[in-house]
């Protein structure tokens, strides 16, 4: 078995940061995402106008 450890180890920490990344990232979103999925469940105002 021919494997590189200190390769191995860098691909499990940058994967690592990356989650933890995006974990902060959905943290400092989440009223946003909220707010967004709330608009597109209830629709935009006017929606219901338009004739598409």
Not at 17 to 36: D, G, S, V, Y
Request: charged share 30%; net charge neutral; with cysteine.
């Amino acid at each position: 078995m021919n494997s590189n450890l200190s390769a191995t180890y860098e691909d499990g920490v940058a994967r690592r940061i990356k989650m933890r990344q995006r974990e902060r990232w959905l943290q400092e979103n989440a009223k946003a995402i909220q707010i967004n999925n709330d608009v597109v469940e209830e629709g935009f105002f006017g929606d219901g106008i338009r004739g598409c």
